[in-house]
């Protein structure tokens, strides 16, 4: 069973989230911002990684950074979740490292199948 | 350049040609298709790269034509692509078959491109990295386009960050790398910096944008040549 991290300081979300992976047959970590989700990585397994773009401490694009800067994590796949939708913050996204985004509201079906396909293409590239 | 190959397979030829030239501009090598069969005898025969695959060409036979495309190569990386009404129940279909992604065809082109950078990323990290590396065949001159960082040779073959460059001069800069030695007029200079972009240069401000990358460029400024009667190439001493 893969393991997800998942990182977002609206505790809505972040249950929501959960929910939706955990019936989809994933275990997840859930943290509030991205310190915490250095923190996790560091210290568990983690298979694939769902960040909020605006956490507070550290944000989705600055852990993305110091993700693919670390020698053993660089690969690890990342989908950020994000209620803007600007182009220049997209781009900037993808060039610090994420592999996917999509736009909150979303659906949970959505959700599941984007994180099934970063996992497929994970292992693909290994 | 690498053998890679980016297919767009399309019914609209003008967003065929809108997307060929967005990604041609990356010196990557483009395919526009607009039939499956030719597309998949290509994939089968080439085995290796990103297909950007049109809703409305297969329509209902998606999920099918992913599977055929994946059973031709593994290693192919299949994008969906489709106007924005297409019921995200299709799109899901499509995830679960075998699909990679999927964008709607108002994508921006910056976005396009960088979404397929990140698919390389993924596919071939090693790769990816050299299609964002540009060196000058000397080897005195090199950028990073996805840092947007640029280097040029020190002492000791050590290599010095050339610093505050901006993002047009940046541009320029990735233009001389990617065609060194060749004469560039000023009009060509500019349709390729500003096409699809929001930035605003005028032909009398080339100049000016030259003027200052030959300055931070040091020593090495001299190599961006004025070609009388036309514009500028690169020319290593």
Known sequence: ?126 | MSQLTFWILGADTVRLRRWETALSREGWQVSPQTRYETLKAEVARERFGIVLLDWNVLKAQVPEGIKRLKAASMKVSIILTSDSNLDPEKVIDALEAGCDDHFYHDLDDRLLTAKLKAHLRRMLPSLASALDILKSPGGEVKMDRSRQEAWVKGTRTRWVPVSGLTPTEFQFLALFLEQPGKALDRGFILEMVSKGKAIDIRPGTVDKHIESLRRKLGRFGSMIQSIYGVGYAFREN
Not at chain 1, 94 to 99: I, Q
Not at chain 1, 112 to 120: D, S, T
């Open chain 1, 1 to 126: 069973m893969a393991t997800v991290l998942v990182a977002d300081d609206d505790e809505m979300f972040r249950e929501l989230v959960t929910e939706i992976l955990t019936q989809g047959g994933y275990a997840v970590v859930p943290v509030e911002d991205g310190a915490q989700g250095w923190e996790a990585l560091q210290k568990k397994k983690i298979d694939i990684a769902v960040l909020d773009l605006n956490m507070p401490n550290m944000d989705g694009l600055e852990l993305t950074r110091k993700v693919r800067d670390h020698g053993t994590l660089k690969d690890l796949p990342i989908l950020m979740l994000t209620v803007r939708a600007l182009v220049e913050e997209q781009v900037s996204g993808y060039e610090k490292g994420a592999d996917d985004y999509l736009t909150k509201p979303f659906d949970s079906k959505m959700l599941l199948a984007r994180v099934k396909v970063l996992e497929r293409r994970s292992r693909l590239g290994k």
